[in-house]
């Protein structure tokens, strides 16, 4: 380890055990110099590199501060931050974790429509709130476009997509520092459809794709529905997959492929580090195997700007990155797409097979909406509602919930991972939740293993209200007398 990164990790080690609060300035660059007995150069490369990370923030004229983002992974029910592990202990395997065969899409779907079936509080929905979409504009323009058009020609429609749409998406990444070949671009019925058309190119059934733990359960669904096996690698909650732990299972077995949410992880809400994203996609390449890519809350970020992702340290064509508008602007739209590097061409095929387009109407209205302006404005306030609604469900869980409770800290995205006493069967929980008119999404859902059956995922896009907080109660109700 170099010695700005040693400082960097002292610095960022007591700022997680709170000796520098959120807000709070950090040593100046001289007083650092100073106190740890290093150069100025030295101080100042790990502060950026704390920057990086997004632990601290420069203010102009008046020195380094800590983000918000900065706080510790997991917070103790009790509101006093939990001790840090490297790895949290509850998503290690006692054993080394081995491929097998993926059935959860049962569960799912059965507590998907339990959900859906009951007029409850929907803390347990894995949508956002659709009144923060601007769905009645994106229609306005979709219904002029039907008035303009009486009939399709089906031939402009076929994969890729729609030529307008495709440049307005490569014209977004270049806005943000990510420059993309527009030809790169296919036009998918959503970011599943990307996923599992990546998943489809890259590896046959039989094969063994490496997923975070826990992991999105579409991205499970993907490894099923394709006759797979996943195999499940432990996932700290704040920086993502265990890298060594994935060069373990490289090294014991092969791999086809390796599926992850680099960023605002459903259902950790982590932001990789970019040089952890780095890593993992020079570790891929050594090995020569793909990696996909899902980066559909791409936009919905807490900090400052958006986050890198694993396609930007791609050189090789490996990273086939998924995402879509379904989270951002228009859930219902279904426009997703992918940039599958050196496989482009095959799932071009395979959407032309599988699919044959996607609706023209949609990608037309979002195009349209995208060169008219106030996507930007959009998200500001996307962003700022989903902040402020992610504080106010942490401190009621804190202050509802019993003691042992833990909890993720999202960076991004609208949902929140909770750890209840390990006596709690999440899927009781949810049972007896939803006969209270509350729904929440039960731990079991996120693996292909028991190791989660004490967690739920909780949604906090919706606005905040009365009967929220009264749902929250009861749930922590139902929780204490569980434990």
């Known amino acids: 380890m170099k010695l700005y990164e040693k400082l960097a990790d002292e610095v960022a080690e007591a700022i997680r055990r709170g000796v520098f609060a959120v807000g709070e300035r950090v040593l100046s ?12 150069k030295t101080v100042l490369n790990a502060y950026a590199l704390l920057e990086s990370r997004g632990q601290i923030e420069t203010r102009p004229q008046s ?15 009790s509101g006093a931050p939990s001790k840090h592990r490297d790895v949290d202990p509850s998503s290690l395997p006692a054993a080394p974790p081995e491929a097998a065969a993926v059935d959860v899409s ?48 089906l031939i402009d429609d076929l994969p890729p997509g729609n030529p ?20 790169e671009i296919v036009i998918t019925l959503g970011a599943t459809e990307a996923i599992n058309l990546s998943l489809q190119a890259v590896a046959r059934p039989g094969d063994t794709v490496a997923v975070e733990s826990p992991t999105f359960y579409a991205m499970l669904h993907a490894i099923e529905r394709l006759g797979m096996r996943a195999i499940e690698v432990a996932t700290h909650p704040r920086t993502g997959i265990d890298i060594d732990a994935l060069e373990q299972v490289i090294a014991r077995q092969k791999i086809a492929a390796c ?25 891929l390449a050594a090995h020569g195997i793909p990696a996909i890519e899902n980066d559909v809350y791409q936009e919905l970020y807490f900090g400052d700007a958006r986050p890198s992702t694993l396609k930007t340290y791609d050189t090789q064509g490996l990273v086939l990155h998924c995402a879509s508008f379904s989270k951002s602007l228009a859930a219902s739209y279904r426009i997703g797409w992918a940039m599958p590097g050196r496989f482009r061409a095959q799932v071009e095929k395979l959407k032309f097979l599988n699919t044959l387009t996607t609706p023209s109407v949609p990608q037309v209205a979002v195009a349209d909406y995208l060169r008219q302006g106030g996507y930007d404005r959009h ?20 202050r509802f919930f019993p003691a042992g409770t833990r909890m993720s800290e999202p960076q991004g995205g609208y949902v929140l991972w909770v750890e209840l006493p390990g006596q709690v069967d999440s899927m009781r929980l949810y049972q007896a939740a939803l006969a209270r008119g509350i729904t929440v999404g039960p731990g079991m859902m996120f693996s292909n293993r028991s190791d989660f059956r004490h967690f739920i995922r909780l949604n906090y896009s919706y606005p905040w209200t009365a009967q929220t907080e009264a749902a929250l109660k009861t749930l922590g109700e139902l929780v204490a007398q569980m434990a």
């Open 164 to 183: 307008e749409l495709i440049r307005q998406i490569a014209r977004r990444y270049a806005e943000n520092g990510l420059p993309v070949d527009p030809d």
């Open 63 to 77: 020195g380094y501060f800590v983000r918000e983002a900065a706080q510790t992974a997991l917070v103790a029910a």
């Open 29 to 40: 660059v001289r007083q650092a110099s100073r106190q740890h007995g290093v150069s100025i």
């Open 106 to 153: 049962r569960l799912v779907l059965s507590t998907l429509r339990s959900i859906r079936a009951h007029d409850a509080v929907p803390l347990g929905s894995p949508y956002p709130d659709p009144s923060l979409f601007p769905w009645r504009r994106i229609n306005q323009y979709a219904n002029a476009i039907a008035r303009r058009h009486t009939s399709w020609n």
């Open 379 to 398: 998200l500001r306030h996307v962003r700022k509602v989903y902040r402020q609604q992610a504080r106010i469900m942490t401190a009621m869980v804190q």
């Open 259 to 283: 599926m992850v949410m680099p960023n605002f992880q459903n259902p950790l809400g982590f932001q990789m580090p970019d040089e952890r994203k780095r890593q993992l996609v020079d570790l």
